[in-house]
T-cell receptor, first 115, second 111 residues
Framework: GAVVSQHPSRVICKSGTSVKIECRSL??????MFWYRQFPKKSLMLMAT?????????EQGVEKDKFLINHASLTLSTLTVTSAHPEDSSFYIC???????????FGPGTRLLVL | GQQLNQSPQSMFIQEGEDVSMNCTSS?????WLWYKQDPGEGPVLLIA?????ELTSNGRLTAQFGITRKDSFLNISASIPSDVGIYFC???????????FGKGTLLTVNP
């Protein structure tokens, strides 16, 4: 149980284009989902928290117009990196919690490379 | 904000040895979680701790939630090559579900 998937697992795009990353909870309903960014050999940095049906809460320094988050259902959240630039290249990881246990389950991550 | 100090930063051990790593916080946490991350993958939950003093095992792994609620440790007994990876502690201290992560411990096991 508690499986979270992400799609795509890796994506390469041209500078200026937008990229959408999907995060799905496969066997539970995720009341809250989180989006993290991880740089090489670094820890996870929380970008935003999203609750189903409401606007995401962004961490300080994260541009909400740059990183659009939608949590339209209890099993799906999407992160769209708009007008991507090379500095947006990173490993993006989502996690989900069902609210009954105070535990986050992570997806396998998405490697984004912007050329 | 809350800060987590995780140590050691890295460890090089021989197969069969026991390993211990710990995290300390500047403030109280309500939940401690230990994750393992392999290269290019997302973190995988190893052990979750919800009560001060709680000692929990998962196979060769044992973790404890410190009595002061400001620390936790993870022990791995009889290490094997597949234990290689980065281990992260994470704590939750408020009413929301946000986690604060340690900087990770890179474990290398020599066969």
């Amino acid at each position: 149980g508690a499986v979270v998937s992400q799609h795509p697992s890796r994506v390469i795009c041209k500078s200026g284009t937008s990229v959408k990353i999907e995060c799905r909870s496969l066997d539970f309903q995720a009341t809250t989902m989180f989006w993290y960014r991880q740089f090489p050999k670094k820890s996870l940095m929380l970008m935003a928290t999203s609750n189903e049906g409401s606007k995401a809460t962004y961490e300080q320094g994260v541009e909400k117009d740059k990183f659009l988050i939608n949590h339209a259902s209890l099993t799906l959240s999407t992160l769209t990196v708009t007008s991507a630039h090379p500095e947006d290249s990173s490993f993006y990881i989502c996690s989900a919690t069902d609210g009954t246990q105070e535990t986050q389950y992570f997806g396998p991550g998405t490697r984004l490379l912007v050329l | 904000g809350q800060q987590l100090n995780q140590s050691p930063q890295s460890m090089f051990i021989q197969e069969g040895e026991d390993v211990s790593m710990n995290c300390t916080s500047s403030s109280i946490f309500n939940t401690w979680l230990w994750y393992k991350q392999d290269p290019g993958e997302g973190p995988v939950l190893l052990i979750a701790l919800y009560k001060a003093g709680e000692l929990t095992s998962n196979g060769r792994l044992t973790a404890q939630f410190g009595i002061t609620r400001k620390d936790s440790f993870l022990n791995i007994s009889a290490s094997i090559p597949s234990d290689v990876g980065i281990y992260f502690c994470a704590g939750r201290g408020g009413s929301n579900y946000k986690l604060t992560f340690g900087k990770g411990t890179l474990l290398t096991v020599n066969p």
